[in-house]
């Protein structure tokens, strides 16, 4: 069935790019963000009944069954997911979009004629089974169902070049012979190179890969729409490969870090392996109640947030206590680090889903001059971004990586589970400076105990 | 569509990307990830154009298996983006209402 022309079905698919670009701009405020998703969305619904309406398809009980599952599977984790675990599921999603580009490439194989197509085939092939697999080893890092640590072996770098070569000379014999053989072999090699690429990153840094990977799935789906001759999702693929490489350079920078750095530092043996050496230095521990009168008497306190308030899913418990401290007309600001929790823009996410107001969230360049001016520091399960190492000691994992500048403020309050170093595994000397006091334990019970403190003063 | 009109447009298209994307405020990146990954989901229609043809039963296994995974992509990325940005739009209330609202913000 064939109700659309060509000239309508183009501009159906116009439509729905224009409420892609529409989507990712009304991102630029919060107040417009979610209106704008919800014009994506419709984008997706007028792109797929147009597909239905337009092309000659056969076996359509059959795709409508599969959308059905899709939704089925999806929908439900979309909406259970917590907040602290959205960094994983962005990961899945993103890697089974990365599937699916390839997927496609590879049956459109038998329709390529023209050799230019081939290599946009060789292209979506590859880039998204790297997408694929490395988002799935990143969903094991992330989930921990597999170490946080850099995998490295002896010979890491060697195997990585010879699936690389491998893969250029499939990649070469696919677009010569069209032979569906080698395009399987293509993609097998692909899903090596993805996990080959990812092993090495350390913890600190899959945040950045999610951001890059989300990037190929985009250029894969881009290369997907060159195949199929489609100018949607030639569009739609490109914008997300643009805003994905904008996120990751972002991202590097507010690390300090350079992309090919964080990739390829394993293989040099300069990724964020770091030292796991915990010193025996005395450390200042505290009381709830010490940490109560800290805060109950001070004038100004910054609450730096870390990716351990999130594990603990203490962000409610964080907001019920700088609502109690502001009730006692003490100002109250939280400092968010870019790279805060597991992915850019995390710890805003959860602070959201607190009810902070977002305008009680400083970024990093506004709220570091105000240090200085902060009676208190309260740092929650923060390690690295307030590592002093990254301005100080050039031969530390994090030098460079711009911090939250909680020395600067009169009394430092860290509150931890252990002495154990943060992801990136190093060791914070702000821990053992005279104007640090520590309170051990789960970020939420101990936040929860200096809020019953506070209340009572 | 011949080549030329096609490379044109991604080339546009990676303008628009970049300007688009340069504006968004940092606060909002993760949604940001997460709304962009939704985006790319739009490979369902390239599967479905391609299991819409598949003649055989193995390449319909295959396409139908890429329509699994692309609507899986589209449709869980736009509700978890849904979601998230409903936070941060419910709690201008909550602070409208709340016990103390910042006199003076944005």
């Known amino acids: 069935m064939s109700v659309l022309d060509p000239v309508w079905t183009s501009l159906l698919y116009l439509a729905a790019a224009v409420c892609f670009i529409l989507a990712l701009r009304g991102l630029s405020s919060p107040r417009t963000a979610r209106r704008g998703n919800l014009v994506g969305a419709l984008g997706a619904l007028i792109a797929v009944v147009t597909v239905f309406l337009s092309a000659r398809l056969e076996n359509t009980p059959w795709i409508l069954a599969a959308i059905a599952v899709g939704s089925a599977v999806a929908a439900p984790v979309a909406r259970r997911v917590k907040m602290t675990q959205m960094p994983q599921l962005v990961a899945l999603f993103n890697g089974v ?39 799935g080893i990143t969903f094991a890092k992330l989930q921990e169902l597999m170490t946080t640590r850099p995998v490295v072996f002896p010979g890491l770098p060697v195997v990585m070049a010879v699936v690389l070569l491998a893969a250029v000379a499939a990649g070469v014999a696919v677009v010569t012979t069209a032979s569906l053989p080698l395009a399987v072999l293509l993609l097998v090699l692909g899903l090596a190179a993805g996990v080959l690429l990812v092993l090495p990153v350390g913890g600190a840094d899959v945040p950045i890969v999610i951001s890059l990977l989300n990037a190929f799935t985009g250029l894969a789906v881009a290369a997907s729409g060159l195949v199929l001759g489609n100018v949607l999702l030639v569009v739609a693929g490109t914008l997300v490969g643009a805003s994905g490489t904008i996120l990751t350079r972002a991202m590097a920078a507010a690390m300090g870090r350079s992309v090919a750095g964080i990739l390829f530092g394993a293989f040099r043996g300069g990724s964020t392996a770091g030292s796991t050496a915990v010193s025996e230095r005395p450390v200042r521990s505290s009381s709830p109640e010490d940490v109560a009168v800290l805060l109950g008497y001070a004038q100004r306190v910054i609450i730096v947030p870390g990716y351990g308030l999130a594990v603990a899913q203490g962000q409610h418990t964080a907001a019920e206590l700088a609502l109690a401290l502001e009730a006692r007309g003490i100002e109250v600001d939280f400092a968010i680090h870019p790279v805060a929790g597991r992915m850019p823009g995390h710890m805003n996410v959860l602070l959201a889903e607190a009810n902070v107001p977002y ?73 053992y400076e005279p104007q640090t006091s520590l309170l051990f334990g789960d970020a939420k019970e101990s936040l929860a105990q200096v809020l019953g403190a506070v209340k009572a003063l | 569509m011949d080549g030329t009109a096609l490379l044109t447009i991604t080339v546009l298209a990676v303008f628009v990307g970049f300007e688009v994307v340069s504006k968004v405020s940092s606060t909002l990146h993760t949604p940001l990830m997460s709304g962009a990954n939704a985006i790319h989901g739009i490979i369902l229609v390239g599967a479905i154009i391609v299991a819409g043809q598949a003649a055989n039963p193995w390449v319909l296994a295959v396409a139908l298996l890429a329509v699994v995974l692309a609507t899986a992509n589209l449709v869980g990325g736009f509700v978890v983006t849904d979601r998230m940005l409903h936070m941060f739009h419910a709690k201008k209330d909550a602070a409208r209402t709340g016990a103390e609202p910042k006199a003076g913000g944005k």
């Open chain 1, 359 to 431: 305008e009680s969230l400083k970024e990093m360049g506004e709220i570091n001059p105000e240090f200085k001016t902060a009676d208190v520091a309260l740092v929650v399960g923060a390690n690295d971004v307030v590592n002093p190492a990254a301005k100080t000691s050039s031969g530390s994992p994090i030098y460079g990586m711009p911090i939250l500048e909680v020395a600067e403020a009169r009394q430092v309050v860290f509150l931890k589970r252990s002495m154990r170093p943060g992801f990136a595994g190093i060791e914070n000397d702000l821990l």
């Open chain 1, 97 to 135: 979009g990365g599937g699916a580009a390839a997927l496609v490439a590879l049956l459109e194989l038998g329709h390529a004629e023209n050799p230019w197509v081939r290599v946009a085939i060789v292209f979506t092939l590859l880039v998204g089974a790297v997408s694929f697999a490395g988002s």
